[in-house]
């Protein structure tokens, strides 16, 4: 059959060797920095389309490393950093990168995304003493202020393009990365290009592909076809991978990519509401002790995540070894014993839990609703959209939720202040603490101390001090998987944040 | 006259486009509470929803709404998405062409199975082939449309590898658009690769959709053309010794399809309806899953947009369908026999 | 006049006495919940224990199977009831009538159809919010007009009769006449239309339910466990595959039945 000899020719036969065509679940939310709300692969086009000022390396230990800028260093008087701009950037516009430009992209995105406002909230001005250098004045001291500036929504984008583009922009935006933008059909695929002008050199790929494919069995089948060359990770991140990664890893012309992530899973509770059943903390440690987070975790989701224990992942540097034992262990009876305490007999108490669509959050869902359910308490799944439910969520409309946070820079106030510092708690993806002078003062001096072992121990009680109030149930940090095939070379995860660049990607 | 049966045929249809619009219209209203609040989402400013609700007129009477509305479509302004904020008559423009290409191309494969299946069936009737099509036919249209999409797709696609497994071209042999119609762009451009590739991709969805049409197809013709077969006139054919294929090709068919071709129409809005669940297993990227995707997104305006392009297609194609009856069989035309 | 005259007909309800009596008799048969989970066994295959093996969750596949059938017999038996109820009084009202409101309820009938019915399910979905209940209703509402039709026009036809015309001159009460040559005549017609639609609605639902758009987890309900359960296809194809030949068994059962009466009722006419 003619056909069937051109499908696999196709297939296989006449491909360009040097497109890249990667397969993603959802199409992206927003691809320039002032539109970007920490959805993932969003960011991971940020990052291709435009540079940082600071970058991460993407090997086991991340480093901060220069990248728009040469180097840094804090004031004298430690409220603020200098940066050294690298000269002769240019745009895809071929405008030239200066100090002005820096400050227009800073300024713009902080005005125009909640996100960015929140994490450069010590912010208080930025300085341009002369084209190559700037100065960030900060209110009080932020020893990790630099990788605050690695973040995609931290980006430079071209003044130029966005005065001549105007709201424009956000369809094609400029910047200074490896890649340029072609093309982008909604819903259907994202084209980039290689920007021959990049100042670290002309990427090895011409081109790179984002495809959305919403199937998971879909993105599988396309792979061991060779239709596509990478299933990217955001897609595991909300689809069950159990069966495609102990499928893969026999199959030798697919390569399963790991690194452990400190993207955590929890069913976090509102804890600005102030009527309903949980308010009461025996409540909400009942429901603690009647999920079966290790099951979860090591059973049906074997091998693709990690378990969780308390508001800093097992991954990060900060993390209290001793946190594990201080989590509530599974204890269905206990659980009981508490409800009834709270006055809460067996079937009377109702709850609704949003959640994202996608297998992965279905499943485990659903396996915590039939947890609640053995304990007495039923449970009213409502999925939604990425979008819808960060909206429910700032808006404070719901009373449970099974969500996630990722950390969008290595370090623990990356979790700890941005999620639990009161002041901040309506702005972005945060655990709604309420108003708490106490616990915002030792959350900003941890954020603030130095050396780091100084950190660590204040950071030990900010863990013990979080846990006892049960914002949330912990339940897992999810493994940054994709699925590449074995003709990709040189490609490399990131961890956190779950980004890849593709500048040094190769193709066999 | 054809011309005559046609205009009268859209005077009648207008009432009806009417009460889509009607429909249409209602369901944005249907939300429960506040339909721009909904539409917005918890996260909307009183001003964005004040906002919102001066743009669809909420607070004005509802005919003066619907008034607006349908001056709005009339001018083609189909409302803005609220996800992307971009004109959704351009959107879609865009998926427009897919859906069609696949519609075309899985109507012309149900019809290149359906009329010998049913022929061989007619000419034997009760025999084992009549049968035999009459228990499959009857399986074809018992399968949900995704099972056979996911059961094809498996098979041709993953175990077998002689056909794509999704999309509708291979990604490095994307070019924009000309007329948005893979097969005919590709024969505009003259690229035999991109011909080959565009059909290669459309196979499957499209034996998918055809599979539920040509199931019953198959047999409406069959009965129908049972009942030709015996009509007198061509009873006075077999008498004047005229050779059996040619009566039964020639005479018996084209009347025999005329009653069916109603149902074909119908079937088509179901055909329409299947296009919905083959495009997402096939991440096709046509109506359907733009459909799909707005529901997901909650994108009201884009879901009333994406209906009324349906119901309007649907019009369209059943005018048309019998406009085509009535070539085939002048008796339809006029007052009758 | 039998019944059940053909093969056909014969082994679409024997299929349908046995699936009817596989919902109603499951749950006393099939000892364990459908919602019971357990991790210590996930994805089992086939065994003594768990005769169509557990899904991801542990939970067992035959006890979810039988749950879902008498969900979806249920739902079905619904959708087509209110279906019935709608469609059959307006097409009635339609015939007998005529006039304006016979060109009202037509166009009407028309503007439903002209929507693809799985559409017009989803639209309803959006609006109304994603649950079971809006579903049924919106797969109801696009099957109504077929009854509709159908109804009116044996209605017409009754009306019109000589009959009927001759049993009014004699004196007898209208409603009663037309109930009885009304129901002779149509009831074939509505029952075989009824087959097939039940048919269809279980084919929507299961769609509705496949995109997420039907029965909420942790309903058992054959659509949305095949989209749940499509991940884990290839190391355990049972979990999907059960849910899938029931839908089509199901689907092929009313649908056998449906063309057995009609080919029955052809033949009838044929021979009269």
């Known amino acids: ?508 | 006259m054809i011309a005559g049966y046609l205009l009268r045929r859209v005077l009648a249809a207008i009432p009806v486009l009417a009460l889509v619009l009607v429909l249409v219209f209602a369901l944005a209203r249907m939300i429960p509470g506040d339909p721009a609040a909904a539409m917005l989402g918890p996260g909307a400013s009183t001003t964005q929803i004040a906002a919102l609700r001066q743009t669809m007129r909420l607070d004005e009477p509802l005919t003066a709404q619907f008034t607006h509305y349908v001056v709005q479509v009339a001018h083609g302004d189909l409302g803005i998405s609220l996800k992307t904020g971009r004109p959704l008559a351009g959107a879609l423009a865009e998926k427009f062409p897919a859906t069609i290409e696949l519609a075309v191309a899985a109507t012309v494969l149900a019809l290149v199975l359906a009329i010998p299946a049913a022929v061989l069936a007619a000419v034997r009737p009760d025999g084992w082939i009549d049968n035999a099509l009459r228990v499959i036919g009857i399986a074809g249209v018992s399968l949900p449309a995704f099972l056979t999409a996911l059961a094809l797709q498996a098979v041709f696609g993953a175990w077998l590898g002689w056909l794509p497994v999704a999309l509708r071209q291979s990604p490095w042999l994307a070019q924009p658009p000309i007329t948005g119609l893979a097969v005919v762009d590709a024969v505009l451009r003259g690229r035999l690769d991109m011909l080959l590739d565009a059909l290669a991709h459309l196979v499957l969805p499209a034996l998918v959709l055809a599979s539920f049409l040509a199931a019953s197809f198959s047999r409406l013709l069959r009965a129908s053309l049972i009942a030709a077969l015996h009509a007198p006139h061509v009873r006075a054919a077999r008498a004047r010794g005229l050779p059996a294929r040619a009566i039964v090709w020639r005479h018996a068919l084209r009347f025999a399809i005329v009653p069916t071709l109603p149902v074909i129409g119908i079937q088509f809005g179901d055909m329409l309806g299947g296009a919905i669940l083959t495009e997402t297993v096939f991440s096709w990227p046509g109506l359907g899953r733009f459909t799909v995707e707005a529901i997901h997104n909650r994108d009201y305006p884009a879901i009333q947009a994406a209906t009324l392009v349906f119901a309007a297609v649907f019009i369209v194609v059943s005018i048309l369908i019998d406009a085509f009856a009535l070539w085939l069989d002048p008796r339809l035309r006029g007052g009758g026999a | ?272």
Not at chain 1, 266 to 287: K, S, Y
Not at chain 1, 480 to 485: E, H, Q
Request: aromatic share 8%.
């Open chain 3, 1 to 272: 006049m039998s019944v059940l005259p053909n093969a056909t007909a014969r082994a679409g309800a024997v299929l349908l006495a046995l699936l009817a009596a596989a919902a109603v008799l499951g749950p006393w048969l099939v000892a364990p919940s459908p919602d019971a989970v357990s991790v210590e066994h996930l994805l089992a295959p086939p065994s003594p224990a768990h005769w169509l093996g557990t899904d991801m969750l542990g939970r067992d596949v035959l006890a979810r199977l039988v749950a879902g059938g008498r969900m979806t017999l249920l739902v079905g038996i619904s959708v087509v009831a209110i279906a019935f109820a709608i469609g059959v009084f307006a097409g009635l009202l339609a015939g007998l009538v005529g006039g304006v409101a016979d060109q009202v309820i037509m166009r009407v009938t028309d503007a439903m159809l002209a929507f693809p019915a799985l559409v017009l399910a989803i639209a309803l979905a959006a609006a109304l919010g994603p649950s079971l209940g809006h579903a049924m209703l919106a797969v109801a509402l696009g099957l109504a007009p077929h009854f509709a039709r159908l109804s009116r026009a044996q209605a017409q036809s009754v009306a019109a009769s000589l009959h009927v015309t001759a049993a009014r001159a004699a004196g007898v009460p209208a409603h009663w006449l037309l109930w009885r040559y009304y129901l002779r005549g149509a009831l074939p017609t509505l029952l075989t239309q009824a087959s097939l639609s039940l048919g269809t609605a279980i084919l929507q639902v299961a769609a509705l339910g496949f995109l997420g758009l039907g029965a909420q987890p942790p309903l058992a309900e054959w659509g949305a466990d095949i989209s749940a359960n499509l991940e884990c296809l290839r190391s355990a194809p049972w979990v999907a595959a059960a849910p899938g030949t029931a839908i089509f068994l199901a689907v092929l059962a009313f649908n056998l039945l449906a063309d057995g009466l009609t080919a029955a009722r052809t033949r009838i006419t044929a021979r009269a």
């Open chain 1, 1 to 508: 059959m003619p056909l069937a000899a051109c499908g696999s020719a196709a297939v296989s036969g006449r491909r360009d060797a040097r497109t890249l065509t990667i397969a993603i679940p959802t199409d992206p939310a927003g691809i320039e920095p002032a539109a970007n709300l920490a959805e993932v692969v969003g960011s991971e086009i940020i990052l291709n389309l435009f540079d940082t000022l600071t970058a991460w390396t993407s090997d086991a230990a991340p480093r901060l490393v220069p990248r728009l800028a040469t180097g840094w260093q804090i004031l004298p008087d430690g409220l603020g950093w200098r940066f050294t701009l690298r000269p002769g950037v240019r745009f895809h516009d071929n405008t030239l990168l200066d100090a002005a430009a820096v400050r227009f992209a800073i300024a713009r995105t902080i005005a125009a995304n909640s996100y960015f406002r929140a994490t450069m909230a010590p912010l208080r001005r930025i300085e341009t003493p002369d084209a190559g250098t700037v100065v960030f004045h900060l209110d009080h001291p932020v020893p990790f202020f630099p990788a605050l500036l690695a973040q995609p929504q931290a980006a430079i984008v071209s003044p130029a393009a966005v005065a001549s583009l105007g709201k424009g922009f956000a369809r094609a935006p400029v910047g200074t990365g490896p890649f340029r933008f072609l093309s982008r059909e909604d819903d259907v695929a994202v084209r980039l290009a290689a920007f021959p002008g990049h100042f670290r050199g002309r990427p090895w790929l011409d081109r790179l592909d984002y495809q959305v494919i919403s199937a998971p069995s879909t993105r599988r089948m396309m792979l061991e076809n060779g239709e596509i060359d990478l299933c990217h990770q955001a897609a595991q991140l909300a689809a069950l991978a159990v069966e495609d990664v102990a499928a893969f890893r026999h199959n030798p012309a697919v390569r399963v990519i790991e690194a452990p992530s400190q993207i955590l899973r929890q069913l976090e509770f509102n804890n600005r509401l102030d009527h309903g059943p949980t308010t009461d903390p025996r409540v909400r440690t009942a429901i603690a002790h009647a999920v079966d987070a290790d099951g979860l975790a090591t059973r049906i989701l074997a091998g693709t995540v990690d378990r969780a224990w308390g508001p800093l992942p097992g991954a990060n540097w900060a993390f209290d070894p001793a946190q594990p034992a201080r989590a509530p262990a599974y204890d269905p009876a206990l659980a009981r014993r508490l409800l009834a305490d709270a006055g809460y007999a067996p079937g009377t108490l109702s709850l609704d839990l949003i959640t994202f669509t996608g297998s992965l959050w279905t499943t485990v869902a659903t396996f915590l609703q039939a947890n609640l359910a053995a304990v007495g308490i039923g449970v009213t799944i409502a999925q939604m959209e990425f979008p819808a439910l960060r909206a429910r969520h700032t808006a404070g409309q719901f009373a449970m939720a099974l969500d996630g946070r990722s950390p969008w820079f290595n370090d623990p106030a990356a979790h700890l202040t941005t999620g639990y510092l009161s002041t901040l708690a309506t702005s972005a993806m945060t655990f709604r603490m309420p108003p708490d002078a106490a616990l915002d003062r030792q959350i900003i001096a941890a954020e603030s101390a130095s050396p780091d072992s100084q950190r660590h121990a204040l950071y030990d009680q900010l863990q013990a001090t979080i846990s006892a109030r049960v914002p949330a149930v912990y339940l897992f940090t999810s493994r940054i998987i994709a699925f590449a095939s074995a003709r990709v070379q040189n490609l490399q995860l990131g961890g956190t944040p779950p980004l890849t660049q593709y500048w040094q990607v190769r193709k066999a």
